[in-house]
């Protein structure tokens, strides 16, 4: 197993950022790559701290690629316009420096909570760079999660990056659903107790809706929290590598 802890300085962002990489042991030319993503306050260490990472891209065969994403929520903003540095920099980047296939349909990408989000906006935003979207407890209304008092977020760091009403609606998942009509794969998850629950289950119903035998719902039992997700991070990896 290959463990790679890579920092490069950023173009888009005018400073280095961290990803953690790790490739199985197989020596094929091109894996097939999962981009995982973290949740707030999280770094590119956070999965490898909770899951064994390393046996399930084993167990896989698939690359699995943990990018800093510090707490961006993968959108552009005036202070970091990080998702034009995931799409337009680190995807490309990654994929030329090591074997990963860069094809879509060997793409996927999954996260947990504010890397839930992350990851149904960039998959939704870029069908022809992602196939498979996996969001586990996804922050499913950015507008509820804001004005949650169960958010970890502080208001000033949320309207820091959605500045005004209008990049609320434009970033909300369903609107960005909306405007794209895209048809990936998704599987969603979120633990009957996570105080986002309600949220999941109106996205639930709407994907449901919208994109028929695409969509897999998993219900889980579980909070917000690594319990919930260490525990399903084997079965959302086993549907990713179907």
């Known amino acids: 197993m290959t463990l790679l802890n890579t920092s490069f300085r950023t ?3 005018h400073t280095y950022f ?7 042991d197989t020596d094929k030319a091109n894996y097939k790559a999962v981009w995982l993503l973290h949740g707030y306050t999280a770094d590119d260490t956070t999965w490898m701290r909770n899951v064994n990472i390393e046996q399930l891209a084993a167990k896989y065969d698939m690359a699995i ?14 202070f970091i316009p990080y998702y034009s540095f995931f799409v337009k920099e680190l995807m ?11 094809k879509p349909e060997d793409n996927y990408i999954a996260g947990v909570s504010m890397g839930g989000y992350g990851a149904l906006k960039i998959g939704f935003l870029n069908p022809e760079k992602i196939s498979k979207i996996a969001a586990m407890s996804p922050v ?18 949320f309207d820091t990056i959605f500045d005004s009403p209008e990049k609320i609606k434009d970033n909300q998942i369903i609107n960005i659903f909306n405007q794209v009509h895209p048809d990936q794969k998704v ?5 009957d107790e996570d105080f986002m629950h309600e949220d999941n289950i109106v996205l639930k119903k709407f994907l449901e809706d919208k994109l028929n035998d695409n969509y897999t719902w998993l219900p ?9 997700w260490s525990k399903n991070i084997d079965q959302v990896l086993g549907w990713l590598a179907k």
């Open 92 to 102: 490309p980047k990654i994929q030329g420096m090591l074997p990963i296939s860069d």
């Open 187 to 191: 599987l969603q998850l979120c633990g």
């Open 140 to 157: 499913a209304d950015i507008e509820h999660f804001r004005n949650n008092e169960k958010s970890p977020m502080p208001l000033n760091t």
């Open 65 to 78: 690629i943990m990018p800093e994403g510090r707490n961006a929520f993968y959108t552009d903003s005036n």
């Open 18 to 24: 961290k990803t953690t990489v790790v490739i199985p």
């Open 11 to 13: 173009n888009f962002l």
């Open 220 to 228: 889980v039992k579980g909070d917000h929290s690594w319990t919930t």
